[in-house]
């Protein structure tokens, strides 16, 4: 009897609700009809997508109030309100959820209350029989479930109304697919723009003073050929020496804007060499790709190596051969370029910043994607919004771009984790 009891009263609350909302519905309905008025004298037509975010303020509480008494969320489709004042006007006359809210807000008054009232008259008899049923004859209640009955009704007729149709979810889809990819695109653009920005500071920076100063040595060798040779000599000795670190500079700009290594070998090759050359132990794992070009050797655990020692060599580390074949298909070059790039981006944080002196990269093929996986075991704390740093977000950005996802797991103390995937059509 005490569980009926609690259980009922608890039915009451959430009925107690839907007559509040019943009560709102009703000034809503108010409202809509003001609002309709100052639209068709065309003066107060920016009251009504204001109107229509207030509706679904109030269609939303409603469906969280249906969700916490069943159990299971209701699905919400609505076109953003976004733009100019004749954009979100015809939006919110156009959206099938607009019409949608205003049917339920309309029934709710009717059912919202119904169901309040009809709990009202039902409690003092229910009391009264179950009383007599569970004192007497020992039965469970059979008049106070009803309560919950009637607010299970009430969630059901609100999950029935306010579950937006197929078309209008469809839509809503879309129209959030949009703004996704027109913010994908904004970011693609910015990072577009950055990366010009950096070839250009790295040519007229490092390339084009070094060849500048170049020019001018050549000019005084040929000034002091006949009169100084052994001058002369040193300055072309000096000329030389800044032509390589012009050529040197080139690569490096080159290397920035497609790393020749991925066209030579392939991306599984391309992350050995980052590996090999980060600092870390780093164990590279290859699954379902060209795991290496002509002539390469097993994948082994790539680290700090002596000079001249070999890749693979004994002092690597434990072998790790995977059975693909070089024959296995690449991803698009931009695919490979986006992971080389994460991958790179994420062993230089594990190197700076966390603290880590093992860390792991694992390239998996997908049937429709490339993900990408670096982990190390660090510190942790990497943050994953917009404060991020330049490099996180550099990095979500060039993944967006190709329509990717980028999931970053640092809790504090470690490890920190970053999961990429890349959708591709082998």
Same mark, same amino acid.
């Given at each position: 009897?005490?569980?009926?009891?609690?259980?009922?009263?608890?039915?009451?609350?959430?009925?107690?609700?839907?007559?509040?909302?019943?009560?709102?519905?009703?000034?809503?309905?108010?409202?809509?009809?003001?609002?309709?008025?100052?639209?068709? !004298?065309?003066?107060?037509?920016?009251?009504?997508?204001?109107?229509?975010?207030?509706?679904?303020?109030?269609?939303?509480?409603?469906?969280?109030?249906?969700?916490?008494?069943?159990?299971?969320?209701?699905?919400?489709?609505?076109?953003?309100?976004?733009?100019?004042?004749?954009?979100?006007?015809?939006?919110?006359?156009?959206?099938?959820?607009?019409?949608? #809210?205003?049917?339920?807000?309309?029934?709710?008054?009717?059912?919202?209350?119904?169901?309040?009232?009809?709990?009202?008259?039902?409690?003092?008899?229910?009391?009264?029989?179950?009383?007599?049923?569970?004192?007497?004859?020992?039965?469970?209640?059979?008049?106070?479930?009803?309560?919950?009955?009637?607010?299970?009704?009430?969630?059901?007729?609100?999950?029935?109304?306010?579950?937006?149709?197929?078309?209008?979810?469809?839509?809503?889809?879309?129209?959030?697919?949009?703004?996704?990819?027109?913010?994908?695109?904004?970011?693609?653009?910015?990072?577009?723009?950055?990366?010009?920005?950096?070839?250009?500071?790295?040519?007229?920076?490092?390339?084009?003073?070094?060849?500048?100063?170049?020019?001018?040595?050549?000019? @005084?060798?040929?000034?002091?050929?006949?009169?100084?040779?052994?001058?002369?000599?040193?300055?072309?000795?000096?000329?030389?020496?800044?032509?390589?670190?012009?050529?040197?500079?080139?690569?490096?700009?080159?290397?920035?804007?497609?790393?020749?290594?991925?066209? #030579?070998?392939?991306?599984?090759?391309?992350?050995?060499?980052?590996?090999?050359?980060?600092?870390?132990?780093?164990?590279?794992?290859?699954?379902?790709?060209?795991?290496?070009?002509?002539?390469?050797?097993?994948?082994? @655990?790539?680290?700090?190596?002596?000079?001249?020692?070999?890749?693979?060599?004994?002092?690597?580390?434990?072998?790790?051969? #995977?059975? !693909?074949?070089?024959?296995?298909?690449?991803?698009?070059?931009?695919?490979?370029?986006?992971?080389?790039?994460?991958?790179?981006?994420?062993?230089?944080?594990?190197?700076?910043?966390?603290?880590?002196?093992?860390?792991?990269?694992?390239?998996?093929?997908?049937?429709?994607?490339?993900?990408?996986?670096?982990?190390?075991?660090?510190?942790?704390?990497?943050?994953?919004?917009?404060?991020?740093?330049?490099?996180?977000?550099?990095?979500?950005?060039?993944?967006?771009?190709?329509?990717?996802?980028?999931?970053?797991?640092?809790?504090?103390?470690?490890?920190?984790?970053?999961?990429?995937?890349?959708?591709?059509?082998?």
């Amino acid at each position: 009897m005490r569980d009926a009891i609690r259980e009922s009263g608890r039915a009451s609350l959430h009925l107690l609700g839907g007559a509040a909302v019943a009560l709102l519905c009703y000034l809503m309905i108010g409202v809509a009809l003001f609002t309709a008025f100052l639209t068709a !004298t065309v003066i107060g037509a920016g009251v009504l997508p204001e109107s229509v975010l207030l509706l679904r303020r109030l269609a939303g509480w409603e469906r969280r109030r249906t969700a916490a008494r069943t159990g299971t969320p209701v699905p919400e489709a609505y076109l953003p309100l976004e733009g100019p004042l004749p954009a979100r006007v015809r939006t919110a006359v156009t959206d099938p959820g607009t019409g949608r #809210d205003l049917v339920w807000a309309a029934a709710q008054l009717l059912y919202g209350m119904g169901v309040w009232f009809a709990s009202l008259v039902l409690w003092a008899p229910a009391l009264l029989v179950d009383g007599v049923v569970t004192g007497l004859a020992g039965r469970r209640p059979v008049a106070l479930p009803l309560i919950g009955r009637l607010a299970d009704l009430g969630a059901e007729w609100s999950r029935a109304l306010l579950t937006p149709t197929p078309a209008a979810a469809r839509a809503a889809a879309l129209a959030a697919r949009v703004e996704e990819l027109t913010a994908t695109r904004a970011g693609a653009i910015a990072a577009h723009g950055a990366e010009l920005r950096r070839i250009e500071r790295d040519l007229h920076d490092g390339t084009q003073a070094r060849l500048v100063a170049l020019s001018m040595r050549i000019g @005084l060798a040929k000034r002091a050929y006949d009169s100084d040779p052994v001058a002369a000599r040193k300055l072309l000795d000096d000329a030389q020496t800044q032509a390589e670190e012009a050529l040197a500079e080139l690569r490096h700009v080159v290397r920035g804007i497609h790393p020749p290594i991925l066209t #030579d070998r392939g991306l599984s090759g391309a992350v050995r060499a980052l590996a090999a050359s980060s600092g870390l132990e780093v164990e590279v794992s290859v699954t379902g790709l060209a795991d290496h070009a002509p002539g390469d050797g097993p994948d082994r @655990l790539a680290g700090p190596r002596t000079p001249g020692e070999p890749v693979g060599t004994p002092g690597a580390g434990p072998e790790r051969v #995977d059975d !693909t074949r070089a024959a296995a298909p690449r991803a698009p070059a931009a695919v490979e370029a986006a992971a080389y790039f994460v991958v790179a981006e994420a062993l230089t944080n594990a190197a700076k910043h966390s603290g880590a002196t093992r860390a792991s990269v694992a390239l998996v093929r997908e049937p429709t994607a490339l993900r990408a996986r670096v982990a190390d075991e660090g510190r942790g704390g990497a943050e994953a919004g917009e404060s991020g740093g330049s490099g996180l977000l550099g990095m979500r950005r060039r993944v967006a771009a190709l329509d990717g996802t980028v999931r970053l797991t640092s809790p504090e103390g470690g490890p920190t984790v970053i999961e990429v995937e890349l959708p591709c059509v082998w």
